[in-house]
């Protein structure tokens, strides 16, 4: 993972190093972890979607993403089909394709591929978005009016953010086009609505497997907005300089969210993603 510029992160989020004491390079280090974790996360919960919902599909079993979440797929409503089978396909590839264009090294030495990689990012994040939202329109999603607004919202925005990115970026507005181009942060929020981490600090409370519990009403807007937090406050301050007695701090929160992302990337590799992709493996195999 030592061609994610993890020094480049650091300096955009936290202000540019002034000197190169333990606090500094503690804090590159730190931030370079947290971005690694999240580039392997990715790349798996991307090969997890291939495996189990585009696989199954191909297989001519589309019932089985009922497997995952209840009511994903019904016979009765073909064009809602139609949009989640689109949003799993295309967020697959948002997955994918996000870590490559969050390397420093990739843009500035390789610029033709981060616009081609681009364009294909932008226009699997409308399709993605859209797809979502046609499916919420036609059957609307197993935790009622909540959930729907919720994950409307989230359709929403993907869809304003991508449009947005691919605006500034013809218009070769750079900063802009940096700056909208977040569909990455939002892709992201699907991983966390698999509640591992809930499930290993409190055992899942308030959820309830008709996803109208109290927790899920929170979670039905909470796995996407902070990420839209964390992504403003990146823009906000990377042209601000953090004070040298500051840095221990930033360098704890890293750490915290790094340790956050671990566990619960171990607990969807183990119990979820993991076996599911081995059995796709093996299946092939056989």
Same mark, same amino acid.
């Given at each position: 993972?030592?061609?994610?510029?993890?020094?480049?992160?650091?300096?955009?989020?936290?202000?540019?190093?002034?000197?190169?004491?333990?606090?500094?390079? !503690?804090? +590159?280090? @730190?931030?370079?972890?947290?971005?690694?974790?999240?580039?392997?996360? $990715?790349?798996? %919960?991307? &090969?997890? *979607?291939?495996?189990?919902?585009?696989?199954?599909?191909?297989?001519?079993?589309?019932?089985?993403?009922?497997?995952?979440?209840?009511?994903?797929?019904?016979?009765?409503?073909?064009?809602?089909?139609?949009?989640?089978?689109?949003?799993?396909?295309?967020?697959?590839?948002?997955?994918?394709?996000?870590?490559?264009?969050?390397?420093?090294?990739?843009r500035e030495s390789m610029p033709q591929?981060?616009?081609?990689?681009?364009?294909?990012?932008?226009?699997?994040?409308?399709?993605?978005?859209?797809?979502?939202?046609?499916?919420?329109?036609?059957?609307?999603?197993?935790?009622?009016?909540?959930?729907?607004?919720?994950?409307?919202?989230?359709?929403?925005?993907?869809?304003?953010?991508?449009?947005? !990115?691919? +605006?500034? @970026?013809?218009?070769?507005?750079?900063?802009?086009?940096?700056?909208? $181009?977040?569909? %990455?942060? &939002?892709? *992201?929020?699907?991983?966390?609505y698999h509640y591992g981490f809930w499930?290993?600090?409190?055992?899942?409370?308030?959820?309830?497997?008709?996803?109208?519990?109290?927790?899920?009403?929170?979670?039905?807007?909470?796995?996407?907005?902070?990420?839209?937090?964390?992504?403003?406050?990146?823009?906000?301050?990377?042209?601000?300089?953090?004070?040298?007695?500051?840095?221990?701090?930033?360098?704890?929160?890293?750490?915290?969210?790094?340790?956050?992302?671990?566990?619960?990337?171990?607990?969807?590799?183990?119990?979820?993603?993991?076996?599911?992709?081995?059995?796709?493996?093996?299946?092939?195999?056989?």
């Amino acid at each position: 993972m030592a061609s994610i510029d993890g020094q480049d992160l650091a300096e955009r989020m936290f202000g540019p190093a002034t000197d190169r004491g333990n606090s500094a390079t !503690a804090l +590159r280090w @730190a931030t370079r972890a947290l971005v690694s974790i999240f580039w392997v996360s $990715a790349v798996i %919960f991307g &090969l997890y *979607i291939i495996s189990f919902y585009i696989g199954v599909l191909s297989d001519g079993a589309p019932e089985r993403w009922n497997e995952s979440l209840p009511r994903l797929y019904d016979s009765d409503t073909l064009f809602a089909t139609i949009g989640i089978a689109a949003h799993f396909a295309t967020g697959a590839v948002l997955l994918l394709l996000g870590p490559i264009q969050l390397i420093a090294s990739v843009r500035e030495s390789m610029p033709q591929l981060h616009r081609w990689l681009g364009r294909i990012y932008g226009s699997t994040a409308l399709i993605a978005g859209l797809g979502g939202l046609v499916f919420i329109a036609l059957n609307g999603t197993i935790g009622g009016a909540p959930m729907n607004v919720g994950f409307g919202l989230y359709g929403a925005l993907t869809v304003v953010a991508a449009f947005q !990115a691919i +605006r500034h @970026a013809r218009a070769r507005r750079f900063d802009q086009h940096s700056a909208w $181009a977040i569909p %990455f942060a &939002l892709a *992201i929020g699907s991983w966390l609505y698999h509640y591992g981490f809930w499930r290993i600090v409190a055992n899942g409370i308030g959820h309830t497997r008709s996803f109208d519990g109290p927790f899920d009403m929170v979670m039905s807007f909470f796995f996407y907005i902070p990420n839209l937090l964390v992504a403003e406050v990146f823009i906000r301050t990377r042209q601000m300089h953090i004070r040298p007695a500051m840095r221990p701090i930033a360098v704890v929160l890293v750490s915290a969210i790094t340790i956050f992302v671990t566990v619960g990337t171990y607990y969807f590799v183990a119990y979820h993603w993991g076996p599911r992709i081995l059995a796709r493996v093996i299946g092939r195999s056989i």
